[in-house]
DNA sequence: AAAAGTCGCAACCGCCTCCAC
DNA sequence: CGTGGAGGCGGTTGCGACTTT
């Protein structure tokens, strides 16, 4: 899969990767470690950019990376992830042991999305139905909203979810996304992370607020 | 059996931020 | 303070594998 070797105007070498480039890398990595990719394939002996080694050790070669299916625990961790931030993938992979963005990307792209998408369309006309169940009982993935590509999110930090009023609950998540742009700006990834455990807390609240709204009790 | 269509995913591209100078 | 290079990220592409007709 993926695409034939051939060599880029520079005279590096580009496209698919083989056994004997990868077995480079890695010794090289294991000698020098993951210090300055620029001078990587210099020191591996490869004949390819930096960027490229790069990107072939944090999405393939790198040790305790889980290839295979998604389990449903990750499944559904990636749809509240991204209900919550967006397409901010390097994040959501962050939370998922083991999985790279590039993979939780193309899962996205080729899997979820279209399944939410089908799921959003079958929600549609139940909710035309007038025997049908209430839209967004039982279902987390609803309100599914994929943001419109940008170039970099760096630039534009925040895709805010739509949460829908009256919840409480919404007001919060909102509340601390916004929180979250502001002090990732102004401290960085920990401060993130802390936010976003946070951020899932309230996404739960959110869920329940939402049920017990549908079930009448509020 | 073979042509056409679709899918899945590795890898590339281009833009952005960070940081050293 | 401005600049340039490196690294990081998300979007997109290319192509083999698989499915359908």
Known sequence: MGRNASSS???LTKGAWNAHEDKLLISCIQVHGEGSWKSVPQKAGLNRCGKSCRLRWLNYLRPNIKHGNFSEEEEDLIIRLHKLI???WSLIAGRIPGRT????KNYWNTTL???LRNQQRQTKVDAALPTS???YKNDRTAEMIRPKAVNSTKSHPRNLPNVPSPSAAAVAVEAAAQKMVIEERNNGAAIEDWFL??????LDGVMMFREMDIDGWI
Do not use: M, Y
């Open 101 to 104: 963005d590039n993979e939780i």
């Open 9 to 11: 105007s520079n005279g």
């Open 113 to 115: 999305g279209k399944k």
């Open 133 to 135: 169940s209430p839209p």
């Open 197 to 202: 455990d946070f951020d899932l807390d309230c």
């Open 86 to 88: 967006g397409n901010r």
